[in-house]
């Protein structure tokens, strides 16, 4: 009994003085069987997310509906430099020149002359026209003075019968740069140039251009446009309220881009005249040809 006693008395000293022992102590007269340490919590599997698969297109928000035309016949659309009248590279091997006032109603931009990159109009504001896209967007926006011409041009339209609908005004250079990158990949650039400007080069930036169509969305600036009754009407009365088919027929030597009747540009009254009277282009009105590729 005495042995006993001492033995239990030895192992309350022993557990005192292990207090935060981790390993486990044998007491006398006890089983020294270790209990198995817990197996650790298991570690929940997580997958990780897919990653953003890319547009098929680009520039799909921006995109006019027409280029599902495999002709490929996005109006030229670009934007430019500043103007000292330096010759510089823009996206090609043909230098531009930078033009010296980018506000001008008659500014001309083509595969050689372009405006300030960073050129934004002051005095953009929305026509009150109907757009295929019924949601204002930047590319409603136009100049003042053009869109209220063009308010006067599609007023007359509608009354003659014709009804037409705006695709595209304005295009920063950015958006412009987006549009020809995508247009390259998809037909290569030799052939992208014949009908979308270089970034730095679109009559779009400047707020004069517009593209137009009929109610038809399949021939919104495609080839097939040519020939309906909207687009006969704009060569007969297009001049009456201001506006040019900036790329004619035939004329594809002198501004290097393929034939748009869809695209208008706004140069005042008097001058459009004086052009589609004489079937003119821009160029060779302010005797700036030839031009071409």
Known sequence: MFKRSCNTLLAVIMLSLCTGCT???????????????PEPAPVPHTVPPEPEKP???????????????????????GEGKNPPADSEET?????????????????LLNKHFALPKDYRPQDLIYPAVPFLDPKKNEKHLMR?????????????????????????????YTTQEVLFNYYVKQDGEEKARTYSAVPGTSEHQTGLAIDVSGTDRKCAAADCFAGTKEAKWLEQHAA???????????????????????????VGKKIAEEIMGQKITLEEYLHQVPVSK
């Open 23 to 37: 390993n486990p102590i044998h007491l006398p007269g006890t089983s020294s069987v270790q209990e198995p340490a």
């Open 55 to 77: 547009a098929d297109n680009p520039a799909q928000d921006s995109l006019p509906p027409q280029h599902a035309s495999s002709a490929g016949t996005q109006s030229d659309s």
């Open 91 to 107: 996206g090609g091997e043909e230098a531009v020149t930078v033009v010296a006032d980018p506000d001008s109603i008659t500014v």
């Open 144 to 172: 003042k003075e053009a869109a209220q011409a063009l308010e006067k041009l599609f007023a007359a339209a509608k009354k003659d019968g014709i009804t037409l609908m705006g695709v595209s005004a304005f295009r920063s």
């Open 240 to 266: 009456e309220y201001g506006f040019i088919i900036r790329y004619p027929l035939g004329k594809e030597a002198i501004t290097g881009y393929q034939y748009e009747p869809w695209h208008i540009r706004y």
